[in-house]
T-cell receptor, first 114, second 112 residues
Framework: GAGVSQSPSNKVTEKGKDVELRCDPI?????LYWYRQSLGQGLEFLIY????????KSGLPSDRFSAERTGGSVSTLTIQRTQQEDSAVYLC????????????FGPGTRLTVT | GEDVEQSLFLSVREGDSSVINCTYT??????LYWYKQEPGAGLQLLTY???NMDMKQDQRLTVLLNKKDKHLSLRIADTQTGDSAIYFC????????????WGLGTSLAVNP
């Protein structure tokens, strides 16, 4: 079946612009995670959605970062007023939820802020 | 605190076994994972182990967990050039929404 998809695959933006990154999880997966992979920091958790519960935003690095998940499916990560330190690969993962603990990752969006 | 450590590089000959090691500090870890990342590709879940287990085997992969020493290893039998990749160890622990805490990854080079 279809895996997690993300778009765009690459995004180059100027410092100060806003960007939106999209994630389509595996159909039926109730849990969705965003992570960031950068050279200096490795892989970091950003935000977690589970069903209709309030998201866990504890990993968002600043208030310029926000995310939403509409209809329990597609998620959008928004970065406002991008900075050069935001350059990284942004990875989305989904999980079946409940007793299942596997997380399946999309190919990521490589964000470059110039 | 949350900390996962791995050695950064490992080089083996094709056909040998590879052993990639990981240590973690949080004794309340519930699940431990191994992911594989090939150049330019996403993260592929290889296997995971529940913290009350000490071993899990899946074809060429063997995971060993020493909970007392907080040490996790991944053994790849009969390593092939296609196994060249970065291998990440990750953990989740009780009450943290199963967010993954990651090591920095071990780059495995397989030489013919």
């Amino acid at each position: 079946g279809a895996g997690v998809s993300q778009s765009p695959s690459n995004k180059v933006t100027e410092k100060g612009k806003d960007v939106e990154l999209r994630c389509d999880p595996i159909s039926g997966h109730t849990a969705l995670y965003w992570y960031r992979q950068s050279l200096g920091q490795g892989l970091e958790f950003l935000i977690y959605f589970q069903g209709n519960s309030a998201p866990d935003k504890s990993g968002l690095p600043s208030d310029r970062f926000s995310a939403e998940r509409t209809g329990g499916s597609v998620s959008t990560l928004t970065i406002q007023r991008t900075q050069q330190e935001d350059s990284a690969v942004y990875l989305c993962a989904s999980s079946p939820g409940q007793d299942r603990v596997e997380q399946y990752f999309g190919p990521g969006t490589r964000l470059t802020v110039t | 605190g949350e900390d996962v450590e791995q050695s950064l590089f490992l080089s083996v000959r094709e056909g040998d076994s590879s052993v990639i090691n990981c240590t973690y500090t949080d004794s309340s870890s519930t699940y431990l994972y191994w992911y594989k990342q090939e150049p330019g590709a996403g993260l592929q879940l290889l296997t995971y182990i529940f913290s009350n287990m000490d071993m899990k085997q899946d074809q060429r992969l063997t995971v060993l967990l020493n909970k007392k020493d907080k040490h996790l290893s991944l053994r790849i039998a009969d390593t092939q050039t296609g196994d060249s990749a970065i291998y990440f160890c990750a953990e989740t622990f009780a009450g943290n929404n199963r967010k993954l805490i990651w090591g920095l990854g071990t780059s495995l080079a397989v030489n013919p």
